[in-house]
């Protein structure tokens, strides 16, 4: 039931007009200020944070939010996650450039651009197949063609082109599953959010020591939606994602009076706790 889909380059990027203008401004005024400035030190990863245009991979009434740093609903009620997170877990992998990567959780295929950018070749699996699609066709267009989209569980890896330097894995599982574990080459790392609460979980690196040892180390707290599949969440174990219909918390321009007040509420108790506790929205 697995189905690889085409990234082949379908369309030359266009020239650039005032719209491109804006955003790649708006863009290097978010690195810096979200990313660069809160800890991401790593020159490729801010290179690429820089250069892939996030609007690209947002549903149309949506790239008016492209560089607040937020996570946003895309289409089939998931999400494109938020740029620190991004920059952040790809940091973490600590690739050097032109390594073998697998991203579990296409989405829109924004993150997967983003390691395109530094990696030799990225392999993504998605569960669901219209986002499959729609991002292969979105990776195509920009020129992604070292980008490989596969429609399946990604919790089954993507066995065909192991052992991968680096395993970056974009949705929160009960556990780490063994078989992305065994598709690491020795020295490579596999980045997953995993907590036994479908929303809430821990960031976790493991690297590969020798062919049967690995060494775990906690990150950050995050929540991520969850990873349904054969070593993921059973469809049943969670509610359904709904994502926002608006970038809640996102624009505070265009937020209601009630949402405000929530927002700066949850904002207050947030900076009452201990900075560990709180948690990086995917
Ligand atoms: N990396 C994405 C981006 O840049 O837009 C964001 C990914 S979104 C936070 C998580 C994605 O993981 C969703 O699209 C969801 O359908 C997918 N997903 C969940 N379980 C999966 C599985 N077992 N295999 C592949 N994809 C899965």
């Known amino acids: 039931m697995s189905k690889q889909l085409r990234t082949l380059r379908s369309a030359q990027p266009s020239n650039r007009n005032p719209a491109d203008e804006a955003f790649s401004k708006l863009r290097s005024e978010m690195v810096e200020r979200a990313i660069a400035a809160r800890g991401v ?25 492209a560089y607040s740093d937020c996570p946003l609903p895309i289409e089939e009620g998931q999400t494109i996650s938020q740029p620190y997170i991004v920059a952040f877990m ?28 530094i990696a030799g070749d990225v392999y993504t699996v998605e569960r669901i197949g219209q986002l499959a699609e729609k991002a292969a066709a979105t990776l195509a267009d920009l020129g992604y063609d070292n980008v490989h989209v596969l ?65 775990r180390e906690d990150l950050a707290d995050v929540r991520f939606v969850p990873l349904i599949g054969h070593e993921g969440w059973v469809p049943s174990d969670h509610r359904p994602t709904v994502a926002p219909s608006r970038p809640d918390g996102c624009d505070r ?22 900075r560990h506790h709180r948690r990086r929205r995917a």
């Not at 030190?41 to 939010?65: D, T, Y």
């Not at 321009?253 to 201990?274: D, E, F, K, M, Y």
Request: net charge positive.
């Open 151 to 215: 429609h399946g569980d990604g919790t089954k890896g993507w066995p065909d082109h192991a052992p991968y330097d680096g395993i970056i894995v974009a949705a929160g599982g009960p556990k780490i599953p063994e078989t992305l574990k065994k598709q690491l080459k020795i020295g490579g790392r596999l980045v997953i959010p995993v907590g036994n609460d479908p929303k809430i979980q821990e960031l976790v690196r493991v690297t590969r020591i020798s062919e049967n040892e690995y060494r």
């Open 90 to 117: 790809t940091e973490a992998l600590a690739l050097e450039g032109g390594e073998r990567v697998l991203e579990i959780g296409t989405g829109s295929g924004y993150a997967a651009a983003i390691l395109a950018e």
């Open 41 to 65: 030190r790593s020159k490729q990863v801010l290179s690429a944070m820089r250069n892939v245009p996030r609007e690209a991979f947002l549903p149309h009434q949506l790239r008016e939010f």
């Open 253 to 274: 321009r265009r937020g209601s009076r009630r949402r405000r007040r929530l927002r700066n509420r949850a904002s207050r108790r947030r900076s009452a706790l201990p």
